[in-house]
């Protein structure tokens, strides 16, 4: 699966998965974009909820 998807599914909503997903399974949390773009979605996605 191509990183923009994996990425796009974090962005619509799929962030606390992935977050777990990369914990989890130790994949893809090497990669920058990855480790700090995923959590920096979260807390976007929590301050809009709020």
Same mark, same amino acid.
């Given at each position: 699966? &191509?990183?923009?998807?994996?990425?796009?599914?974090?962005?619509?909503?799929g962030?606390?998965?992935?977050?777990?997903?990369?914990?989890?399974?130790?994949? #893809?949390?090497?990669?920058? #974009?990855? #480790?700090?773009?995923? &959590?920096?979605?979260?807390?976007?996605?929590?301050?809009?909820?709020?």
């Amino acid at each position: 699966m &191509p990183e923009i998807t994996l990425l796009g599914i974090a962005a619509i909503g799929g962030s606390i998965g992935a977050l777990l997903g990369m914990r989890i399974f130790h994949h #893809k949390t090497l990669h920058l #974009k990855f #480790k700090s773009g995923v &959590p920096v979605i979260l807390v976007l996605q929590v301050a809009g909820v709020l």
